[in-house]
């Protein structure tokens, strides 16, 4: 259900077409997708009674033996339509509490795990009520979201007062943030962060890849780089694979991919966030890369109901980086001397057109931000991300500054 952005999931519904018969239900016509797809069908998302109906009479050669969904906003309707026709899933209840970064929070701590200090708020003045207790500096994020869209550090009570709205009026397309208790307020977690991609069969957890992330300078949380290695050390880590289980008992997930964020703090690793879904920012793309396991066909095993092969292939490191301009600007061009690109690129992707607005945070999500992506391939973190370095001498972006009604416009 969905296909997502064809610069940044491509590879996802090109993995599945190498081993299943793909039908697509989307909101749109299918364009890129169509290479990849034996047929499809636009619906509206809104009703899962009519969704479930419509699968459950498709004729003998379409009926479906599993669904499945990368998109943010369609996991929990896919889990749904699958559980009404009877097919392999997750409880759609496990999927929409783990898409409530506070009903998590609470969970987790109810089930024993250890949790930084946390809770909802409604206002600033709320927000302001429970740093008393927690301290400064500490992160507010939009309860429901995703993305990173409007998380942010806080240092002071004035960050807070100045801040507050701006985090819990954030958007992300499709996803209802609810009102009361609207924002969370934690303890910021220090440390380097990583992200874990498994698959949960049977109740059984299996990491099966380890992204160490470099983030955007404080205040914001924006993604810039990952490094996955096939022979990561915090894959053999009991501690990791211990926390990992624990986090899915307690919410309840089962039969599928997840991608979970951590910190490895000084105390241990601590969770940041639960995505009941395949990673985003190139990640499982990486992992094939590295691994030379498909986590799509992993996730499209889980859902017709099989046991995936889950050993790895390959033993290599694949680093990405996310491109980013320094500043907003309406984008007129991006030049690469193809030249002095050192031998490690795998690919370097332009995302952006000439007249795109590119804005960073707060104004600007993700989506806004980058320009494209670079990919480097080798054997150790440090020759990847040395070369990627390199790389980047040989990007040139042009624009010029947004107008005050470019901006208007926006808003």
Same mark, same amino acid.
């Given at each position: =259900?969905?296909?997502?952005?064809?610069?940044?999931?491509?590879?996802?519904?090109?993995?599945?077409?190498?081993?299943?018969?793909?039908?697509?239900?989307?909101?749109?016509?299918?364009?890129? /997708?169509?290479?990849?797809?034996?047929?499809?069908? !636009?619906?509206?998302?809104?009703?899962?009674?009519?969704?479930?109906?419509?699968?459950?009479?498709?004729?003998?050669?379409?009926?479906?033996?599993?669904?499945?969904?990368?998109?943010?906003?369609?996991?929990?309707?896919?889990?749904?339509?699958?559980?009404?026709?009877?097919?392999?899933?997750?409880?759609? #209840?496990?999927?929409?509490?783990? +898409?409530?970064?506070?009903?998590?929070?609470?969970?987790?701590?109810?089930?024993?795990?250890?949790?930084?200090?946390?809770?909802?708020?409604?206002?600033?003045?709320?927000?302001?009520?429970?740093?008393? *207790?927690?301290?400064?500096?500490? !992160?507010?994020?939009?309860?429901?979201?995703?993305?990173?869209?409007? !998380?942010?550090?806080?240092?002071?009570?004035?960050?807070?007062?100045? +801040?507050?709205?701006?985090?819990?009026?954030?958007?992300?397309?499709?996803?209802?943030?609810?009102?009361?208790?609207?924002?969370?307020?934690?303890?910021?977690?220090?440390? *380097?962060?990583?992200?874990? *991609?498994?698959?949960?069969?049977?109740?059984?957890?299996?990491?099966?890849?380890?992204?160490?992330?470099?983030?955007?300078?404080?205040?914001?949380? @924006? /993604?810039?780089?990952?490094?996955?290695?096939?022979?990561?050390?915090?894959? @053999?880590?009991?501690?990791?694979?211990?926390?990992?289980?624990?986090?899915? *008992?307690?919410?309840?997930?089962?039969?599928? =991919?997840?991608?979970?964020?951590?910190?490895?703090?000084?105390?241990?690793?601590?969770?940041?966030?639960?995505?009941?879904?395949?990673?985003?920012? =190139?990640?499982?793309?990486?992992?094939?890369?590295?691994?030379?396991?498909?986590?799509?066909?992993? #996730?499209?095993?889980?859902?017709?109901?099989? =046991?995936?092969?889950?050993?790895?292939?390959?033993?290599?490191?694949?680093?990405? /980086?996310?491109?980013?301009?320094?500043?907003?600007?309406?984008?007129?061009?991006?030049?690469?001397?193809?030249?002095?690109?050192?031998?490690?690129?795998?690919?370097?992707?332009?995302?952006?057109?000439?007249?795109?607005?590119?804005?960073?945070?707060?104004?600007?999500?993700?989506?806004?931000?980058?320009?494209?992506?670079?990919?480097?391939?080798?054997?150790?973190?440090? !020759?990847?991300?040395?070369?990627?370095?390199?790389?980047?001498?040989?990007?040139?972006?042009?624009?010029?500054?947004?107008?005050?009604?470019?901006?208007?416009?926006?808003?």
């Amino acid at each position: =259900m969905g296909s997502g952005d064809a610069y940044f999931r491509r590879y996802s519904l090109e993995d599945l077409a190498s081993e299943y018969d793909v039908w697509l239900l989307a909101a749109r016509p299918p364009v890129w /997708e169509r290479e990849y797809v034996a047929g499809w069908a !636009v619906k509206d998302f809104g009703d899962a009674g009519a969704l479930a109906e419509f699968v459950g009479r498709l004729p003998s050669g379409a009926r479906p033996d599993g669904i499945l969904s990368w998109v943010e906003t369609l996991v929990g309707l896919s889990c749904t339509v699958a559980a009404r026709l009877g097919l392999p899933g997750t409880d759609p #209840a496990a999927i929409d509490l783990s +898409r409530d970064k506070l009903d998590v929070r609470e969970r987790l701590a109810a089930a024993g795990l250890p949790q930084p200090g946390f809770g909802g708020a409604s206002t600033a003045a709320d927000a302001l009520r429970l740093l008393d *207790d927690i301290g400064y500096p500490a !992160v507010l994020k939009p309860r429901r979201l995703a993305g990173s869209c409007g !998380v942010l550090r806080v240092d002071a009570a004035e960050d807070v007062t100045r +801040r507050f709205e701006a985090v819990a009026g954030a958007e992300f397309f499709g996803v209802a943030n609810p009102e009361s208790d609207r924002v969370l307020v934690e303890e910021l977690l220090v440390g *380097d962060e990583i992200s874990v *991609d498994s698959a949960c069969r049977d109740g059984v957890v299996t990491p099966l890849i380890v992204a160490r992330k470099r983030s955007s300078p404080p205040p914001y949380f @924006e /993604e810039l780089a990952h490094t996955v290695s096939a022979t990561d050390p915090l894959l @053999e880590s009991t501690e990791l694979r211990d926390l990992l289980q624990r986090i899915h *008992d307690a919410l309840g997930l089962d039969n599928l =991919m997840t991608h979970i964020e951590l910190r490895l703090t000084a105390a241990g690793l601590r969770l940041i966030e639960v995505n009941p879904r395949l990673g985003g920012g =190139m990640i499982p793309y990486l992992g094939g890369l590295a691994t030379g396991v498909s986590l799509p066909r992993v #996730a499209a095993g889980i859902a017709v109901g099989e =046991m995936p092969d889950l050993t790895p292939r390959a033993a290599r490191v694949a680093h990405v /980086e996310l491109l980013y301009p320094d500043r907003d600007l309406v984008l007129e061009s991006v030049e690469v001397d193809h030249r002095d690109l050192p031998e490690e690129v795998h690919s370097l992707v332009i995302t952006k057109k000439s007249g795109d607005i590119l804005r960073l945070p707060p104004e600007g999500n993700s989506n806004m931000c980058r320009y494209g992506y670079l990919i480097t391939l080798g054997q150790t973190p440090e !020759v990847c991300r040395a070369a990627a370095a390199k790389a980047r001498e040989s990007i040139s972006v042009t624009g010029h500054p947004l107008s005050l009604e470019m901006v208007k416009t926006q808003l």
